[in-house]
């Protein structure tokens, strides 16, 4: 197999209209081969509609230095090999086809970071929390859906000084390098990566410091499934914006229960710094480095089989109390009860037939983070409003691959990145109004045992669990507690390729 980085189709079709929109925010379902959107997908940076699909990576953050015309400058020269939406899909296609790897280059910028490079305030975009950075936690959010709520200070609850070193920095930028695909072994992709970044470090010295460097890959189970440190299959579920993928939900399993198709303006905005006002656009990131104790998840899991199988009265076993904090199995099927005939589905589901949630419980963690229709049938939420809080999920893990430590705490998690277009009433209103509320959906729910600890007084975590198995309906006190801790995270914007490329020509 060879190892090739080659650009595909980068620079085609120059001459493109910039000035009449070829795409609507409401729009969903694109088609990337239509050549009326080829002016957007040129300049939309990839690894946003879609995940890269990469196996491993490097995340590097970046710390500019003063010398703003070199910063400009650097970024000016990376631009011309950021992998756009349009090329990503064209390289894809290339290594179905002949087995070819390519390098995925993607980048983007903290709100300091655009200081750093001597952008205008009216060309830097306007998100309040990417304004204020992850680390700013005297700053007000209003994580109400529907920003109804009173404000608060540092809603994710985050204790920077439990943060890695580099986190606690000022960080500018984030410039994100992946490569590999299933059948390459680690080793030459890890290799390959290694190369890259010392090029890069050669070409920034003097320029920016490399703060840290992150690397992730994708963990698979025995059946090449991509799955995460607990061992449950990962990126099922995620909104799709493409045509083809929609499609093929559709073929799968349907779509009728749930729809999976989400609008472009779920995770993009105008960038007002690229070279079209309407053309252009970009996308936030979150980003946020997250430990996984899967000691205490496995050692958690025995105990609360055992309390399970004291109230139904025969043997549960931990797949099954694992299956019911996730609400899926490890292979990713649903838990439901058994008269459900959604259980085999993966994505094509809704809680109409469990709305008491003993199936399915409210508190775990797929229904804390898409409710499918939940807070319409208890809040009279209308379902649009509902699917508008979703985000694209684009995380892989990281660290050691030992799925059975002995010690908890060992050095492996997720660096967990998510898109959207506006990052308090998306990924915000998701982990605090839902994941950390233990009222969510209903009075005394708990938190979402994976991701909503944070918050979790003990009190108010995962408690109560209503089920109904074998037919019987139990009522178990039961809390996970303390399974991913934040190591460090910021909010950064991918702004639009021209914008990146214009940096070197002009300097406003
Ligand atoms: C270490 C931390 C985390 C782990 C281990 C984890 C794991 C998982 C797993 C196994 C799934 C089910 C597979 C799938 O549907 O793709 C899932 C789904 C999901 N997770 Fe997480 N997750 C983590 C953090 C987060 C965070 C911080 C958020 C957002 C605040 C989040 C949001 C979601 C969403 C939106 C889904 C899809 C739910 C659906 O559409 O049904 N996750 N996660």
Redesign the pocket.
């Known amino acids: 197999m060879k190892l090739e980085s080659t650009k595909i189709n980068q620079e085609q079709n120059t001459t493109l209209d910039t000035n009449r929109p070829a795409i609507r925010l409401s729009q969903s379902q694109l088609d990337i081969n239509d050549s009326d959107l080829s002016v957007v997908f040129q300049d939309f940076q990839g690894n946003i509609l879609k995940s890269h699909g990469r196996s491993h990576s490097r995340h590097l953050f970046l710390k500019f230095n003063t010398d703003l015309v070199r910063n400009r400058e650097w970024v000016g020269k990376i631009a011309s090999r950021l992998t756009s939406a349009l090329e990503q899909h064209q390289t894809s296609l290339d290594f179905k086809e002949t087995g070819n790897e390519h390098l995925f280059t993607g980048f983007m910028l903290s709100y300091s970071g655009f200081k750093a490079l001597g952008i205008e305030d009216k060309n830097i975009p306007d998100d309040k929390a990417f304004r204020a950075g992850m680390k700013d936690v005297e700053f007000r959010y209003d994580t109400g859906p529907g920003g109804l709520h009173k404000r608060t200070i540092n809603p994710l609850n985050d204790h920077l000084e439990n943060w890695e070193e580099p986190f606690k920095q000022n960080i500018d930028a984030l410039l994100i390098l992946a490569y590999g695909g299933e059948s390459l072994e680690s080793k030459k992709s890890e290799n390959y990566l290694d190369e890259a970044v010392e090029k890069i470090k050669a070409e920034i010295e003097g320029t920016a410091t490399i703060l840290s460097i992150e690397k992730g890959y994708t963990l698979r189970n025995g059946k090449g499934k991509v799955i995460?440190?607990?061992g449950?299959?990962?990126?099922?579920?995620?909104p799709v914006f493409f045509k083809s993928d929609f499609q093929s939900w559709e073929e799968k399993e349907g779509t009728d229960l749930y729809d999976p198709s989400a609008p472009f303006g779920l995770l993009a905005v105008n960038d007002p710094g690229g070279r079209s006002a309407v053309n252009s656009f970009g996308s936030y990131f979150v980003y946020?480095k997250?430990q996984?104790n899967i000691k205490g998840f496995n050692d958690q899991t025995k105990q609360f089989a055992s309390l399970l199988s004291d109230a139904v009265g025969r043997e549960i076993d931990s797949e099954f109390a694992g299956a019911l904090a996730?609400g899926?199995f490890k292979d990713?099927t649903l838990v439901a009860n058994s008269n459900q005939n959604t259980k085999s589905l993966l994505n094509n589901f809704n809680y109409d037939e469990d709305i008491e949630g003993l199936g399915c419980p409210f508190q775990s963690?797929?229904r804390k983070?898409?409710p499918?229709g939940d807070t319409n049938r208890k809040s009279q939420v209308p379902m649009h409003s509902e699917r508008n809080h979703?985000?694209a999920?684009r995380g892989i893990s990281y660290g050691s691959k030992e799925m059975s430590p002995s010690s908890e705490w060992t050095d492996a998690?997720?660096l967990?990145l998510?898109c959207q277009s506006d990052i308090e009433q998306q990924?915000l209103v998701?982990?605090c109004a839902w994941?950390d509320n233990p009222n969510f959906l209903n009075e005394g729910t708990g938190t979402d045992p994976?991701?909503g600890w944070q918050n979790a007084k003990p009190d108010k975590a995962a408690k109560k669990w209503q089920l109904q198995i074998d037919g019987k309906k139990v009522s178990i006190d039961f809390s996970y507690r303390d399974l991913?801790k934040i190591r460090g995270g910021e909010y950064f914007f991918a702004p639009s390729i021209s914008f990146c490329k214009a940096l070197n020509l002009n300097h406003s």
Not at 232 to 238: K, L, P, Q, R, T
């Open positions: 995460e440190h607990f449950f299959a990962d990126g099922i579920s995620n946020r997250m996984q996730f899926r990713g963690h797929i983070t898409n499918r979703r985000i999920r998690g997720l967990f998510s990924f998701m982990q994941s994976i991701t991913v």
